[in-house]
């Protein structure tokens, strides 16, 4: 990694506020596990790159380095760290289900049936081989239809493949990998096996799924920020359940579709959350679109809250998560997964200046230079929707949703200038500060 100049150019909406300033009267200083788009921000924002075994106050780690090291450091005050120790709770896929299981087996045991039910927003799913034997009773009773296996610990679409047949997965089988006949046999890695959606939301006839940005900056409490862009990621070949073997037509990937034979880069497989919110209300109108929204908000808001009782928290800590929702032909929002390391690497230029902002204001909203007063509720792209309770939108700040019922302070999918945000939310406390 090379070292760059502390006196790199900042964006023009940061420079007249913080030229210079970082902790008390130095600059700030990073370490980057990275060589993709957040180093690239990092850099821009004029902060000292520490390389080598210096020291920091802004690390952006990877999941290795964190395993190794975080038990064994010592971490001043100010010091921030981009993933919590045990992240993996909710972005490993058979403990993100076991943590929900038990947060709906809880909520129906002290609140009944009926609130446990908005708890199934997730497909029906086993962990294999070690609940082999109990997938094989759901599988008999539903005769035909199709399963997904993931992987537990992999991306990209990895490992991951469609089945009808219970002889598709037979080395999953329950006890049959323990046997000591054949030594050589390996172990099957753990995977996950999930019922698969057999009646996505088309466009063009093809699937796709959303991916969504979600800041959490504490878990106790609770404090959470929804970044306004995303994507929507289509697969390259209409949908069918006939080719169930065809990656192209099941998998939205972008590291699978990329490498199908009529793949266009410049086109690419993506939409912006803007396009597709404008989409759905033109084909659905503005009220089903707004319910579908504020039930994605629910998946996000229960999703942290099952891990929020496990996940040990820290104040040097904050997780920057990928959420992954399909919606069904009902407009119903599935969630697939959730990841700890989203992609940042760029696959076009839109794509460059949607992670760059993004990863632009995960940085204002951590506020190392200390300009924020800690109740803002808008901050670039990031809206404010849960600090130990839900947060409500201001009145008059109903963006893309002009309706006096939508109150609630998330605002997925709308238009952000979030550079004119910024500068008009510097500008407010600067004037503040001096009267």
């Known amino acids: 990694m090379s070292k760059t100049s502390s006196t790199s150019k900042m964006p023009s909406y940061m ?20 060589q993709n788009t ?3 921000v990092l850099r821009g924002r004029g902060w000292q790159e520490v390389v080598g075994d210096g020291e920091w106050d802004f690390y952006w780690c990877d999941r290795e380095w964190l395993k190794e090291n975080y038990d064994h450091i010592y971490l001043p005050e100010y010091a921030k760290i981009c993933h919590f120790r045990n992240h993996f709770e909710l972005t490993r896929k058979n403990l993100m289900v076991k943590n929900l299981k038990r947060i709906r087996k809880q909520t129906e045991r002290e609140q009944g049936k009926l609130e446990a039910q908005a708890y199934d927003f997730y497909p029906t799913t086993y962990e294999l081989p070690s609940e082999y034997h109990i997938f094989v009773e759901e599988f008999k009773k539903n005769p035909g239809i199709v399963w997904i296996m993931k992987p537990i610990a992999k991306s990209q679409g990895k490992g991951i493949f469609l089945f009808r047949k219970l002889k598709d997965i037979t080395d999953w089988k329950k006890g049959e990998y323990q046997r000591e006949p054949d030594p050589n046999k390996e172990i099957p890695e753990t995977y996950v096996v999930q019922r698969y959606i057999e009646n996505p939301y088309l466009i063009g006839g093809r699937k796709f ?5 979600v800041l959490v900056m504490s878990y106790v409490p609770l404090k959470v920020w929804l970044y306004r862009g995303g994507f929507a990621r289509f697969s390259n070949t209409r949908f069918s359940l006939n080719s169930i073997d065809d990656a192209y037509v099941h998998l939205t990937n972008v590291a699978i579709q990329k490498t199908a034979p009529d793949y266009d880069p410049e086109k690419g497989c993506k939409w912006s959350l803007q396009q597709l919110r404008k989409y ?28 929020q009782k496990v996940m040990i928290n820290d104040k040097h800590c904050f997780e920057m998560y990928g959420y992954d ?49 800690g109740k803002e509720k808008h901050i670039g792209g990031f809206d404010l929707i849960w600090d130990d309770g839900p947060v409500m939108a201001d009145e008059g700040n109903m963006d893309c949703m002009s309706s006096a019922a939508f109150t609630s302070n998330s605002f997925l999918g709308c238009h952000c200038d979030r550079k004119r945000q910024l500068k008009q939310l510097y500008k407010t406390l600067q004037s503040a500060k001096k009267t």
């Open 15 to 34: 420079s007249k506020t913080i030229v210079r300033r970082g902790i008390g009267d130095r600059t700030i200083r990073f370490k980057c596990s990275l």
């Open 38 to 40: 957040i180093l690239d």
């Open 209 to 213: 799924d959303i991916r969504v940005y």
């Open 280 to 307: 759905l209300v033109a084909k659905h109108g503005i009220e089903l679109v707004r319910k579908m929204l504020n039930m994605i908000d629910d998946i996000f808001i229960k999703s942290l809250h099952s891990v």
């Open 325 to 373: 929702i399909l919606l069904d032909k009902n407009l119903k929002p599935w969630l697939i997964e959730v990841n700890a390391s989203p992609s940042l690497t760029a696959s076009s230029k839109e794509d460059y200046d949607l992670k760059y902002g993004l990863l632009d204001d995960v940085l204002n909203v951590i506020d190392l230079e200390n300009r924020l007063t």
